[in-house]
DNA sequence: TATGAAAGTTTTAAATA
DNA sequence: TATTTAAAACTTTCATA
């Protein structure tokens, strides 16, 4: 498995149990992370240190419940383009880095050209980020698909 | 603003920087928060305790590398249903929520009625969670977006 | 891999503005 | 009511066996 900046790193079941409980609960002390997947403190830590230090485990977040915190609108929104020159994809690629409203982006196989997810507390502050974008850079059809419920919502991969 | 158990919460100026910090770095020390919300340790604690209490702060975890663990496929998946009974509905919500390469499922408005973000190891296990999903579930039509190219990607919300 | 000790952190409680 | 100070309990980190 090659880790984000080339080092080949070879994880074995243990390596994918400790990342198992980080993902589970990053809050957990080493103590308890080792009681869970049978090893102990010293072992785990040095594990955990090399995985970090080859990127294979990346920043420490929280999850916040965005409703309560006023963010009740999510829209994903299809794009399609006819530009596909490198100074066009350049601007859109920057845009979407610098709307803190886009918290998904992909470039996407096919028909359509890119799909992005974007949180914001309304119907209204959609629309301004839509009018913003598109007046930086120019895309052919856009639709955007309003979340009426999120059924579920995770970033654990199934290790 | 209403947490998830209902309680009415008031955040104020402090209380937003101090999500911003744990969003950007949970594994920051209080101190280190304190001096960047302009504060000191035992209020920030204070804070982070009824945040946390009320259900606005959920869960620390770590973002891993997917690329780096083998999960080297994403796919985005529109559904199309024509059954809306109770019944089918909850029989699809387990499903999903049973699958682990679901990341994330949303119910829309509009004429597609579902969106999926499915994570695996490659063309053949996504073929293989297609298979799995539609025999347990009757769906009207599936349309399957690859991403090519991760963007961005960031459960930050822009407090 | 295990032990253990030093440095640092979290948590609680009491004192103060 | 919110903040500072203080002290006990716990954790991380790392050297050494």
């Known amino acids: 498995m090659a880790a984000k900046d080339g080092t080949e790193v070879r994880l074995d079941d243990t390596d994918r149990k400790i990342l198992g409980e980080l993902q589970r609960d990053a809050s957990q002390s080493l103590d308890d992370i080792a009681r869970n997947v049978g090893s102990s403190k010293t072992p785990v830590w040095n594990r955990i240190r090399k995985m970090r230090d080859a990127g294979i485990i990346g920043a420490q977040t929280v999850q916040l419940d965005a ?93």
């Open 67 to 159: 409703e309560a915190l006023g963010f009740e609108a999510c829209f994903f929104v299809l794009i399609r383009t006819s530009e596909h020159e490198a100074e066009w994809q350049r601007r859109f690629l920057r845009a979407l880095q610098e709307r803190p409203e886009v918290q998904e982006a992909h470039r996407l196989a096919g028909d359509i050209d890119y799909i992005l997810k974007v949180r914001v507390k309304n119907a209204r502050a959609y629309d301004a980020f839509y009018q913003a974008l598109i007046s930086e850079v120019k895309v052919h059809n856009v639709t955007a698909l309003l979340s009426m419920e999120e059924i579920k919502s995770t970033t654990a991969l199934p290790l």
